[in-house]
């Protein structure tokens, strides 16, 4: 399983990006997705996650009501739109797949451990000025 994100830029303080994933394979949809960042000497931070069906999200509190993921089973993608990004949000941003047989979102502090997902991208960089 090959995972390849896009979608990052230099943007300024209140723009937007929209980050793609194209997940290699036929069993995309058996996968729940997330995004992770990562800053420099610091820890993959967990920013949100999807259900394999897409009828679950899950968001950390920094992103909610700014960020939203989404997915398309028929293209193996997933997508974080990203909006009024701030300085703060500059980082690394790398998707992640995790199979699943669960349909929905149970147990969320599950979806948050980078050490629960088997597969990741490369990562895309982005960078907000202020």
């Known amino acids: 399983v090959q995972l390849q994100a896009s979608g990052g830029g230099l943007v300024q303080a209140g723009d937007s990006l929209k980050l793609s994933c194209v997940v290699s394979g036929r069993t995309f949809s058996t996968y729940a997705m997330g995004w992770f960042r990562r800053v420099p000497g610091r820890e993959r931070q967990f920013v949100a996650a999807i259900s394999r069906s897409g009828d679950s999200t899950y968001y950390e509190d920094f992103v909610k009501g700014r960020f939203t993921i989404s997915r398309d089973n028929s293209k193996n993608t997933v997508y974080l739109q990203m909006k009024n990004l701030q300085p703060g949000d500059t980082a690394v941003y790398y998707c992640?797949?995790?199979?699943?047989?669960?349909?929905?979102?149970?147990?969320?502090?599950?979806?948050?451990?980078?050490?629960?997902?088997?597969?990741w991208g490369q990562g895309t960089q982005v960078t907000v000025s202020s």
């Open positions: 992640a797949a995790r199979p699943t047989q669960e349909d929905l979102i149970y147990y969320y502090t599950d979806y948050e451990r980078p050490e629960n997902y088997n597969f």
